[in-house]
């Protein structure tokens, strides 16, 4: 079994061994055990009746148990005891298996056993789980209470501790391991009358002196204390059938989904991946890289993923997991912290021919918050979407940074050499021949939004805007979406709570005009200046003079303690972003063709089909470009709806603490 690398490990996916990523290395599939519904499609529920029938079972092989002690009650189970029992140290930290002192051992005629308040409990409620009148529930309701009281649990300690004393094996446990010392003082002290003489000569044999170092060596073995095991141990390295296994126990709720996937290596069946939030995570018992050998007595090796995957579907509580350990090394446990990240790129599973395992796989969009628990497989991190810790128990499975940026490469590169030759012909002509009336626009040459040629995910940390600094509001959007009608909208209704930010121009100051309120008049020297050390955020020209909005007139708005409210393209949120005025930016979406129709008739505008279809086209390739950095998004289906909701948007700013990139933080 070979696994796929793209600069280290990637995964198999469910396309099966046949899948490549380039280099034509073949992949192995993992499967999710106990997968919860949320994450996985192959998660089969408990059936009932197959839940009852083993409480059944279980409460007829305890009976079983008591009255033929002994016998072998199940098949799997007393033949690993038998072959455990061979070395009377070693058995599950588990008094219902293997204690040398307290349970006699397999064939004796001792019906004492060491009794389980954990084990009765889990029975009880899986019991009343299933029945359906009130009066049993009230009965086993009547129980549980019983059995959780201190009292009562105090006075089962105290029964257990007295039969693990009371009931040791035969035979006889040894008290001394000196003995051949002991008969060597009796022959140094014995009486010179018949009978000394006569125990003398019995102790002074040859065969009676090896029988007492014989005992003395095997006496010492077994008077010597056992180790205690370490709090939260319960896992047993042991010699079974040749082999080094490693027998664990581990609980598993209904609730508490096991959190593990298996792959096929040959006939083995590895533990391939530990996932956080699951049962196995918590606790730490299981290693990825083990080899199932037994879960419950049930032969593991040989089966298929997908065989094991049912089996475990049909199993809760009690675990018991015979392993044969990983050789690999293990690095020393490091305590991760959580990286929170915005994704800037949608991700859907289960088109993903390479996510290791479908089940697992985390889906989100453009613009979600994640958060990043576990980076341990680099190119497969463990992540939660903000606001589903609650209701998802396991972590999923997300592509890591490194990883995306390599395979979103590689398409690009295959892409680009499956287009055809485009020499000669303006293809793009038409978008150019837009023309645009009095608009402010950055006049950088590259109008893409960031340098980096594929955006996978920004760091983020929580953030809340302090009283007497208010964030600026940038509403982004198309010409005819309505973003300009709510910006003056704030402004006339809330004019001591908004504000605009005063322009730049280069043009001569008009009569009525007044300088640093109407705009602020420069020389185009001065202008050129302010551009050239980044300080504008959007900048233009209009019939041969220059128009502009620096970043210093948005921050004498907030310094006011108002909120300054901006319209800008996507084109200059990037100086925007880049500065430290942390900008609120609410993309303004324009709704269907028909209402975006009925909308600007309300304005006495009748526009064309195809101005409509390009409003709408333009208002896609925005999201398609800046949606990553989009705080928020409102589709104007009414003005007065999107008003209300706008002042929404902006009133929880005071209230709340929203996600922002970390270097902004800094």
Known sequence: MTTSHLN???????????EELRGGVAQHREMAVDCPGELGSRTLPVRRSAQLERIRQHQEDLRRRREEDGKQVDLNTSLRLRKLSQNPRVGIDNPTFLSDHAHPPLGSQSTHTLLEVEELLLSLKQVQGCLSDSQSHNDIELVLSLLQKSDFQTALKIHNAVASRMHRPSPP???????????????LQAAHNKDGLELQHLLSGTHVQALLLAHDIIAEVEMQPEPLPLAGERGVVTQWGGETVKIVRLEKAQDVPLGATVRNDMESVVISRIVRGGAAERSGLLSEGDEILEINGIEIRGKDVNQVFDILADMHGVLTFVLIPSTQSKPPPV???VVHVRAHFDYDPSDD???PCREL?????????LHIISQTDPNWWQAYRDGDEENQPLAGLVPGKSFQQQREAMKQTIEEDKEPEKSGKLWCAKKNKRKRKKLLYNTHKNDDFDNEAILTYEEMALYHQPANRKRPIALIGPAGCGGAELRQRLLSSYPERFAGAVPHTTRSRREAEQNNRDYH?????????????????ECGEFEKNMYGTSSDSVRQVINTGKICLLSLHTQSLKVLRSSDLKPYI???????????RALLAKD????????????????????????HVFDAAIVNQDLEKSFTELLRLINKLDTEPQWVPCSWLR
């Open 8 to 18: 280290g490990h990637v995964g198999g996916g469910e396309a099966g061994e046949g």
């Open 335 to 337: 305590k991760e912290t």
């Open 586 to 596: 609410i993309f303004i979406a324009p709704p269907s063709q028909e209402r975006l």
């Open 361 to 369: 796989g985390l889906s989100f969009q453009k613009g979600d918050i």
């Open 521 to 537: 008049f420069v020389s185009r020297q001065a202008f050129d200046a302010e551009q050239s050390a980044g300080k504008l955020i």
């Open 173 to 187: 446990y040894p008290h001394t391991h000196h003995a051949a010392l002991l008969a060597q003082e009796v022959l």
């Open 353 to 355: 021919p390479y996510v």
């Open 604 to 627: 006495n505008k009748n526009p064309k089909p195809e101005e409509l279809r390009d409003i709408i086209e333009r208002a896609r390739e925005m999201e398609q470009s800046c949606g």
